[in-house]
């Protein structure tokens, strides 16, 4: 019995470093999420729900997928240097960001810290450029991809799951401005 159970971890052992080598030669060591969309409606009428952090309520899918989340601003909430942290249930998990840079109307970047369910840092971006009677807004997300983020890959497209949030943002962002 203590035999069939020694095999039993050491085979499972075996397995998970095997998966774990897979993913460190397979996987790319970073990532980029994108995702645009065009919006009928001027960057400088965009841009302010972007700039502050305390009109995200308005368009981020994050901000609603946890009613008892806790947010901290800065003061001010808008402009580079801008910070915004929060802490939430298993979905949002908790982190901060900081606008490293913000250039009305055109480009806001973000430093992103985020803590749980683990540990990352990366880059947030969106851009505004005119396009037409409107804008065609773009959000990105980048980063280092560390050996978790690979051995997570191999199972959840990263570009599907944060692609799609971006996507539902993208279109709040236009149900809000357009019209």
């Excluded at 998966?19 to 980029?32: E, I, L, M, P």
């Excluded at 969309?37 to 997928?65: G, M, Q, R, T, V």
Aim: aromatic share 10%.
């Amino acid at each position: 019995m203590l035999r069939t159970l020694l095999i039993a971890i050491g085979v499972l052992a075996a397995a998970a470093a095997a998966v774990v080598a897979y993913a460190a030669a397979t996987q790319s060591d970073d990532f980029r999420v994108e995702r645009s969309l065009a919006i009928k409606a001027p960057a400088d009428k965009i841009y302010p729900l972007i700039a502050d952090f305390k009109a995200w309520d308005a368009w981020s899918p994050w901000e609603h997928k946890d009613p008892n989340m806790k947010r901290t601003y800065s003061e001010p909430s808008g402009g580079k240097g801008a910070k915004y942290a929060w802490e939430g249930n298993g979905e949002v998990g908790s982190g901060e960001m900081t606008m490293a840079e913000a250039t009305s109307p055109s480009r806001v970047k973000l430093d992103m810290h985020f803590k749980a369910p683990f540990e990352a840092r990366h880059v947030g971006e969106f851009t505004l450029v005119p396009q037409g009677d409107g804008t065609n807004v773009t959000w990105s997300m980048s980063g280092d991809a560390h050996l978790v983020t690979k051995v997570m890959c191999l199972f959840f497209s990263m570009d599907k799951m944060v692609g799609t949030e971006f996507e539902k943002g993208l279109a709040a962002m236009k149900a809000k401005t357009e019209g």
